[in-house]
């Protein structure tokens, strides 16, 4: 779907002199966010917006600073009103290395009742290949 560089912040490190497991998600966040906002066509309205229903991430190594990142992310399933994006964050010079991998769920939901509801067909599109 994308690959997004992202650099490391001082302010991401915490008391061990790593990026903090909180960061993870917010570099997991900003790259799906950047995803989406290139979607043609109608992802969230008023009335329809998508909310991550579970987060799966497997810490594999410590990510220092100074450092950049590479934050990929692909379809793993698209469902009736779900999509489960698979993620991978690499250094950005050697994506040989590994720092976390896992999966992120998103559901789409209905504002006014807080059921789920239909993936919209941008979104749709957007995943299945051309």
């Known amino acids: 779907m994308i ?3 992202l650099s490391v912040r001082w302010r991401d490190l915490d008391a061990f002199n790593h990026v903090n497991n909180s960061k993870f998600l917010s570099y997991l966040e900003e790259a799906r966010l950047r995803w989406m906002v290139t979607i043609p066509g109608e992802w969230l309205d008023e009335h329809v917006a998508p909310v991550v229903a579970a987060a799966n991430v497997n ?4 990510i220092e600073w100074p450092n950049e990142v590479l934050v990929e992310l ?15 964050i690499l250094q950005a010079g050697d994506e040989r290395v590994l720092y976390a991998d896992g999966n992120v769920v998103m ?3 209905d504002k006014d009742t807080g059921k789920a509801a239909p993936l919209p067909e941008a979104v749709r599109a957007a ?3 051309a």
């Open 107 to 109: 559901v789409w939901i």
């Open 3 to 5: 690959r997004v560089p």
């Open 59 to 62: 810490y594999r190594r410590p």
């Open 127 to 129: 995943c299945t290949p």
């Open 74 to 88: 692909f379809v793993e399933r698209l469902g009736t009103t779900s999509l489960t994006i698979g993620h991978r």
